[in-house]
């Protein structure tokens, strides 16, 4: 968050529990005051329950990601249902679940008589990616002494609310993206291993096939060796004759301008000069 006007350079708004619901709440709902700067700049009025925006969103809209050590603080008017249940939704299909029992607030001179009640809340939305990445507390003060502070009624429609990011589920989802991340690397290194055995494996096969094959051939501009129907009997005159080779075959083509279809009716004629001169030493050796 920028710095604010009149706030002393380092100042982290951090206020207890007290003041909170002793002074701030105090001062909005029984005083009927509103709160004076810097305070004001670190309150503000957002409707957090029933309200179609995000809890992102509204971290967003409001500096949440300029912060640095500190929470962001709202308040909130209540959505009532009856006396005793709220309407805690919030964006598109989320609520704010209660996850522990609520804790109530003394003041700070030893009065005995709690002034207010504190209830933490949880994002919660099993269709949403910020599932439980949410944390809301919950500030709401009495009115006075109750005869049963068991009784979960509110005594003013409006409460104060601190907003956080929930780092446990934070943390958790770095695990999971670094996790996913490894497990990806570690598929690319297995097929790229793959990969390269399966080149090494079809090299070995073709040079095996080259040394069985004598013929060769241009299909589709790639140059095919073919060792269908070879006699082995005639092996022993190919090995032993310098004649027979496919380099000095195609020596008046370079072989990748070969393996171009434009030039395969060079590479053609200069086979039929090899098979002419092959059959007169053929000849020759009867």
């Known amino acids: 968050m920028a710095h604010h006007h009149n706030v002393p350079l380092g100042f982290r708004f951090h206020p207890t529990d007290q003041e909170i619901v002793g002074s701030f709440l105090h001062t909005l709902l029984v005083q009927r005051k509103p709160l004076m700067p810097p305070y004001s700049n670190f309150i503000r009025a957002c409707d957090l329950f029933g309200k179609k925006l995000e809890p992102s969103e509204i971290w967003n809209k409001y500096g949440g990601p300029q912060l640095v050590d500190q929470d962001l603080y709202f308040l909130s008017g209540l959505k009532k249902l009856t006396t005793k249940r709220m309407d805690r939704s919030i964006g598109h299909g989320g609520t704010w679940s209660e996850t522990e029992s609520f804790k109530l607030i003394k003041d700070d001179n030893g009065n005995s008589n709690p002034i207010g009640r504190k209830r933490k809340f949880r994002y919660e939305n099993k269709g949403s990616e910020e599932h439980t990445w949410w944390l809301l507390d919950e500030y709401s003060l009495f009115v006075g002494p109750k005869n049963d502070y068991n009784d979960r009624s509110y005594d003013f429609d409006f409460v104060i609310c601190r907003m956080r990011k929930n780092d ?119």
């Not at 013929?215 to 129907?229: A, F, H, I």
């Open 168 to 286: 446990r589920a934070s943390s958790k989802e770095i695990n999971l993206i670094r996790s996913s991340r490894g497990q990806v690397q570690k598929k690319r290194s297995t097929n790229k291993k793959m990969k390269k055995d399966d080149q090494m494996g079809s090299t070995e096969e073709s040079s095996s096939h080259v040394q069985q094959g004598y013929s060769s051939s241009l299909t589709g501009g790639e140059l095919v060796v073919s060792y269908d129907n070879v006699d082995p009997i005639d092996l022993t005159f190919f090995e032993d004759n310098p004649i027979f080779n496919i380099e000095q075959i195609l020596c008046e083509t370079k072989v990748e301008d070969a393996c171009s279809p434009s030039n395969s009716e060079n590479v053609d004629n200069s086979y039929s000069k090899w098979t002419e001169s092959y059959m007169e030493e053929l000849m020759a050796c009867i």
